[in-house]
């Protein structure tokens, strides 16, 4: 009887790590899932210390929820969700920071690395910086109202970046709507994720580069973009003008700019969506519009979705178990194992 139990036993364990993989593994080949739970007995509070400092730092600059959720979209979309885009330049490699979409944009460094400094002193050389982002990114949502999800956990940190990557995979704000599907399909996400995940401009800004050619140039033909609201662009061109102020920020969504909510898909629908990649979802693509539609009049489902897309996000391309390694500091690789 008492080997009976034993077997059951062996074979309910088997089950749930199956289940687990199911739902959030990728199996590797080389011995790695990941699942929420990875942490648990190795470091169970890094949960906890990354929310604590997040909320630390969102509360002295709300912005910074923004910064950290978008982290995760730059990171993911070059080589998989690696923590690539935290590291520095050095002789033999140039940063992922150095390219089009991140160079003066992509901020929170220093938030990541004070979660780092954290997890160091508390479970030395055992929670990627990989975790870290999607981690952040999940407690920056919810911080600002958003949805919650679990987080499946066990990345590994890369030890290369790449800066071609990081120009070609990542969409650029004034491309088409089929551009914009292309990459998100290159990346395994469908049509689905691209609108849920767009929907993460409902907090954030954008600088006055980004969407110029909106308000002077939208064709080359020296007129604005006609799916613009012209209230709205005669708002903006207050502080856009024609020519400097290439800095100056502008709310990604007006209405609630720092709170998460789907108030971003009604102003689509208003034709108040600042860039050019948020208003092609209503503009250049009939299914995504309706979906644009279901999401502005359904906030739950807005947020269901959101999440399943954020662990889909999160899934992509992984380093597990002996592929990769855990940075000592977020911004370097390690020179030897400490």
Known sequence: MDRLFAKLGLLVSFLAVSHLSCLYGLPTGTGGYLYPQFYDHSCPRAQEIVRSVVERAVAKDPRMAASLLRLQFHDCFVQGCDASILLDSTGTMASEKRSNPNRDSVRGFEVIDEIKSALEEACPHTVSCADIIVLAARDSTVLTGGP???????????????LSGSNNNIPAPNITFQNILSRFQQQGLDI???????????????????????????????KPDFTLDKHYASELRRRCPPSGGDQNLFYLDYVSPVHFDNSYFKNLLAYKGLLNSDEVLVTQSQASLELVNKYAYNGELFFEQFAKSMVKLANLSPLTGPRGEVRKHCRKINKAYY
């Open 192 to 222: 689905v994720d691209l609108v849920a995940l767009s929907g993460s401009h409902t907090i954030g800004n954008a600088r006055c580069a980004t969407f110029r050619q909106r308000l002077y140039n939208q064709n080359g033909d020296g």
């Open 148 to 162: 919650s999800w679990e987080v499946p956990l066990g990345r590994r940190d890369s030890r290369e970046a790449s």
